[in-house]
């Protein structure tokens, strides 16, 4: 359990360094991973909210780390950039 709690402390630091907030940070490693994805399938695998899920795509989408286009009226598809 000490060494979980050093690695994910670790690991906060670096992204946060970045300037990438840790959902940002989930989306984008996630997009990276498994290739372009519906918004509320990144939602539900990362476990946010809709609301916090459409912030972090938004975000990452205005640095140009990814974008996001409409597929229906109700969702999106996000890519990595």
Same mark, same amino acid.
């Given at each position: ?8 402390? !670790?690991?906060?630091?670096? +992204? ?6 840790? #959902?940002?940070? =989930? ?20 476990? !946010?909210?809709?609301?916090? +899920? ?6 990452? #989408?205005?640095? =140009? ?17």
């Amino acid at each position: 359990m000490k060494a979980h709690r050093t690695l994910a402390r !670790l690991a906060t630091r670096s +992204i946060e360094s970045s300037e990438v907030g840790l #959902s940002d940070f =989930a989306v984008l490693e996630m997009l990276l991973h498994k290739g372009p994805q519906p918004v509320n399938e990144i939602g539900r695998r990362i476990e !946010l909210t809709s609301g916090a +899920i459409t912030t972090a795509v938004i975000d990452s #989408s205005r640095a =140009a780390w990814s974008h996001a286009r409409p597929t229906r009226a109700t969702e999106g598809l996000a890519s990595f950039a």
